[in-house]
């Protein structure tokens, strides 16, 4: 489907990029005289300026932008976009994503980046070494959008190993820090898991009424409710 503009048929795609540098220049020229706006401009929009780059297909012009976002001291861009930008950049060196990671993470390890770069390698990486960095992550960035998901990763390796004292040290850190998360009503659950092989019945029950009444939409309320009733029948 084609939209019309000013008499021209355009395509969508098209036409969502103009959209969007016609938005990044007039926030330019609506803020060009602070000297302020001019310093923190870049740090807000380089994944944007960079998306523009792409659409154009100047791809020179779409790693250097990236790259210098990379550089910046701060930016106020979120882990998502940076995740993309990350993806993006890789993609653009041609190289696996293993190896544009390490190299990433080597090269910004002190990088406002490197939360995300973290994760993203941990989740490329074998077993062992990834368990590591997501301890990494959960250790040395617990307000990354990433700690959670890293540290139900530690959790479930742990659970897989039969660590169950670990793995109530982990799952009442998760309980605590990272109670409104997605990963938070399957950590409960496999912490409830937990208490049931250490004969914990009680405390079963009643963390698993907790994910129901806390998560009730969550596929755990019905794997919570499904195991009271296994409970209840023994």
């Known amino acids: ?55 154009l297909g100047v791809i ?25 930008a990350i993806d993006r950049y890789i993609a653009i060196l041609k190289t696996d994503k293993l190896s544009g990671l390490q190299n990433l993470y080597v090269n910004y390890s002190q990088s406002y980046i490197i939360p995300t770069v973290t994760y993203k390698l941990a989740e490329t990486s074998s077993s062992i070494r990834a368990i590591k960095l997501y301890e990494n992550v959960v250790d040395e960035y617990p307000n990354s959008i990433w700690a959670s998901n890293s540290l139900w990763e530690v959790f ?33 659950y496999w912490y409830a898991k937990v208490l049931l092989k250490e ?23 019905f794997l919570s409710a499904r195991q009271l009733k296994i409970s209840k029948a023994k």
């Open 1 to 55: 489907m084609s939209i019309v503009v000013q008499n021209f048929m355009i395509s969508p795609t098209i036409y969502k990029l103009f959209k969007l540098i016609n938005n990044l220049k007039l926030d330019l020229v609506q803020n060009k005289d602070s000297i302020e706006y001019k310093n923190t401009y870049f740090s807000r929009n380089w994944h944007n300026i960079a998306k523009c780059y792409k659409g």
């Open 60 to 84: 020179s012009a779409e790693k250097d932008v990236l790259v210098k976002g990379f550089n910046l001291k701060v930016s106020d861009v979120d882990e998502k976009s940076i995740s993309k």
């Open 156 to 188: 479930w390796y742990n659970y897989g190993l039969k660590r169950y004292q670990t793995c109530e040290m982990l799952a009442r850190k998760h309980i605590s820090n990272y109670y409104d998360t997605q990963d938070a009503p399957r950590v409960m």
């Open 199 to 221: 004969k914990r019945n009680l405390q079963a029950r009643d963390t698993l009424y907790k994910v129901i009444n806390e998560y009730p939409l969550s596929y755990y309320a």
